[in-house]
Structures are given as C-alpha cells and as structure tokens.
C-alpha cells in the first residue's frame, strides 16, 4: 500500500508530523511518498523519503492521499486526484481547516485508524465547467465568473434548463457546491448547505440590483452563462485557480460526473465544524 503526501508550506509542526507518519507507515509495512514539490521543501531531509509527480498520480494510485497545509492545498490535491476515486484525508497545519479539518496532534490516530479499517468515505460533487475558449474545468468549491477591472460590472444572462433566470449586473457571479457553501458565496451572503444536499448555489458578487438574491438549484439542472462586459476579459476561477479569458461566450455548468472521496471519521458533523471554525450560534446565553 502507497500512501503519498502533498504540501505547499512546511512548518516544524509539518517537518516533525512527517517523521511521525513515517515510523507509523513503516510500522504497518506500508511506503510513504511526498510529492517532488514538497520534498523540495524539506531540502537535506528529503532523501530519506520517496518522491512522487502530482501530474503522474494516474499512474502511482495510492490508497490514500494526504493534505498537509490548509484548505488551499486541499483544494489542490483535489484538482490533482480529479476523477481517480484516490480517498483524501486533510491534515490542517493552516489557519482555517474548515476542509482540511484534521489536526496534527491527531493525525497519526487518523492513520492508525484508517490502516485499521476504521474510516469511512464521504462523497463530495463537484462541478464541470465547459466554455467556448479552453478545456474544460472542475471545482469542488465553487466557479466564479469575476469582472477583471475595477470600474466595470458584468452583464451575466443566466439560464437553467434553456429558461431565462434572470440578467445579472454585478461584479460576478458565483456557482458553488455543498461543500462550497461554507466558501466564497458564503462571504457573498449565500445558504449554507449540508454536504449531502444535493443542489448547488448561484451567489452574486456585489449586485447592482437590490431584488437579487442567491438562488439555490437542483444538481441535475444544466446552467448556461452568457457574459458580457465593457472589458474584453473576465476572470475564469476555478477553485482558486484563475483564468483570464474574453467575454462574449457562452459557459455551461454542470454536475461532474465523478466525486471526491474525503476521509472522515468519527460522527463529527458539519455542525461541529461551524461551530469550532466559525463560531456559529456563539451566545453568552449557550452554555
């Protein structure tokens, strides 16, 4: 069994964690592997483990994929597992963690326990954009269609179906997923919604239009997007991941036809995390 590693930071809480999961993969008879990109963050450490290309991970297919950092580098090891089923477990050693949700100090109980079989597999959807310029994208937080500029709006037609939902004058749109709920749309004032609620989220960015609110979709719906704008380009952000390119197209969204498996353990619920991670429902009167 493989087990491989991915970071963008590295900290000395990071430096010693790695030690510890190696002596524990070692002790299972399993082989650690770090992506290239963080081994070059250990330097002269790093030759004691193995090293991996993300790009390659179609041809390593571990049994399990580590993040270790915060919910970016969560996100990027998502984009790298893509569609191959590759179960990711998140190690927060960032500020935030509401994905990467699994502490240091406990993260070598998570390993024993998912070498022991005592796990189990949460299935996250993700979204597929297709446009008219450039390869297809997904993102398991959200899509977000941004103006580039910082004078103009975007003028976004936006339809559900092939029927007209409304124009949209804003500085952006954003499509989001369950688990992106608690993301960009949620600082845009969207719902928060469980990761087993099967919809998505249409959240504008800053409204040139007080009636405009969220709107929430079945995932079966096939949403269209035509942009316009005084500029001639926009930004395309996946997850983070940001494209420059023309407006004047037209940009189809849709639920992808794989998921994410995220390790979780435990009965921990998404309650619990808005509870620790934002301070959801804090009140003097809650005791």
Known sequence: MLIAIHARKICPTG??????????AYGFQKKLLLSEELAALLASASPIYGTFKLAQLHLLKPALMVSLGGDGTFLETAHYIHNLEIPLLGINTGSLGFLAGLTAAKACLALTNFLQGNYRLESRTLLHLKGNK????????????LKRDAATLLTIDAYINQQLITTYWADGLIIATPTGSTAYSMSCFGPIMLPSTRSFVITPVNPHNLAVRPLVVPQTAKLHFFVRGRNRDMIISADGRATVTAT????????????????QFGDLTIFDALREKFYWGIDARNK
């Open 15 to 24: 430096i010693q964690l790695l030690a510890q999961l190696q002596d524990l």
């Open 134 to 145: 450039g390869a297809p994208s997904f993102a398991l937080n959200e899509i977000a269609l």
């Open 248 to 263: 004047g197209q037209q940009l189809s969204i849709k639920k992808a036809s794989f998921t994410l498996k995220m390790v």
